[in-house]
């Protein structure tokens, strides 16, 4: 369970750091201005699925939302996206680069975690009643 927590604070963070930077002004790049936002969108109901839903497809959620956020900045910075070419300074680009990498190891460590075991409560076949002392 506290991957999930982990993972979505990470996601969280990712979210508050692109949305700042929209704010910013990255809202007035043609392209890349709607992609924040719908990283943002994204990155909040990924964050809910984490901690609401008990299924390993959260963490496939997790891992390919950190991968496609640090996938695009690395194209951005390196051959450049949609005419933006970016680099690698500032406390937001390594803070971004930092908490991407943990939404990804952590969505793949909630993939690969064994589901939650059921708790089976035993049933007594004793009647109504009935105490031990009474048995034979």
Request: glycine share 10%; charged share 10%; aromatic share 8%.
């Amino acid at each position: 369970m506290t991957l999930r927590y982990v993972a979505a604070v990470a996601v969280l963070a990712s979210v508050a750091i692109h949305l700042a930077l929209w704010f910013q002004g990255m809202r007035s790049v043609h392209v890349i201005g709607p992609a924040f936002l719908l990283n943002v969108t994204g990155g909040l109901v990924i964050a809910a699925l984490l901690v609401r839903w008990r299924h390993p497809g959260a963490g496939v959620l997790a891992a390919c939302f950190g991968m496609s956020t640090l996938g695009a900045f690395t194209l951005a910075s390196t051959i450049g996206l949609f005419g933006t070419h970016e680099k690698w300074a500032g406390l937001s680009v390594f803070g971004a680069a930092t908490v991407e990498i943990i939404a990804i190891v952590m969505g793949l460590a909630i993939m690969l975690e064994d589901p939650e075991p059921e708790v089976v409560v035993p049933v007594r076949a004793q009647s109504v009643g009935a105490h031990r002392s009474d048995r034979a």
